[in-house]
Structures are given as structure tokens and as C-alpha cells.
């Protein structure tokens, strides 16, 4: 499965902008992380197979939402209220056989290339 990541961008501080991830086939849970410049790369919110159970990082809680569409194998990120600190490269990631959300890198089989937020204060 190939995961392309897009809809990054530049907007400024309390702007909104949404992440589309587009899978090449069906795939099971997935998840969204993020790397900030010279930080290591961390979770932000994750989504079962079927869309009925999400979590989300304390830093995204309230102002992420996280959906995707399986007849259209996407998924989405919806940012809202952007802070200068959610400038990073987000990462959509897949799980191959897994269902139940994955918190952490490694749970992870697939990766999208990344897509750069820019929020300026």
C-alpha cells in the first residue's frame, strides 16, 4: 500500500487547514504523526478501521479531528486553531493487519512521504 499525504501549507495563527491522505488499497488502522524541525517525530491522532475509536495527542486534543473515507481509502486531518508550535512535516501511517489504533511508530507498516505546515504567528 502507497499512502501520498497532502494539504499542507502556510496559514497563519488560529487558521485551519485539512490533511488529506489518499491509500493506494484498502488499509486498517491509521494514524497521523508529525516531526518539528530538529525534534524527533511524534503522534498526533490515530483512527480504527471502521472510524469508531480515535485518540489524539494532549497537544492536538480539542482542536484535531481525525475521519477517513473507506470507500475512498483517505484519510483526513482536520486542524483547527493552529499553533505556531504545530509547524512540523505530518506523516499519514498505516497498520497492515492491525485494526485497533497504533500509538506509536514502530506499530506501523506504511508511510505517506510527509507534507509541511507552516503556521506563522
Known amino acids: 500500500v502507497q499512502l501520498q499525504a497532502s494539504g499542507g501549507g502556510l496559514v497563519q495563527a488560529g487558521g485551519s487547514l485539512r490533511l488529506s491522505c489518499a491509500a493506494s488499497?484498502?488499509?486498517?488502522?491509521m494514524g497521523w504523526f508529525r516531526q518539528a524541525p530538529g525534534k524527533e517525530r511524534e503522534f498526533v491522532a490515530a483512527?480504527?478501521?471502521?472510524?469508531?475509536?480515535?485518540n489524539y495527542a494532549d497537544s492536538v486534543k480539542g482542536r484535531f479531528t481525525i475521519s477517513r473515507d473507506n470507500v475512498k481509502n483517505t484519510l483526513y486531518l482536520q486542524m483547527n486553531s493552529l499553533k505556531p508550535e504545530d509547524t512540523a512535516v505530518y506523516y499519514c501511517?498505516?497498520?497492515?493487519?492491525?485494526?485497533?489504533?497504533?500509538?506509536?511508530?514502530?506499530?506501523?507498516?506504511?508511510w505517506g512521504q510527509g507534507t509541511l505546515v507552516t503556521v506563522s504567528s
Open positions: 501511517a498505516a497498520r497492515r493487519t492491525q485494526i485497533r489504533i497504533g500509538l506509536v511508530e514502530n506499530e506501523y507498516d506504511y
Open positions: 488499497g484498502p488499509t486498517l488502522a
Open positions: 483512527i480504527t478501521w471502521s472510524g469508531g475509536s480515535t
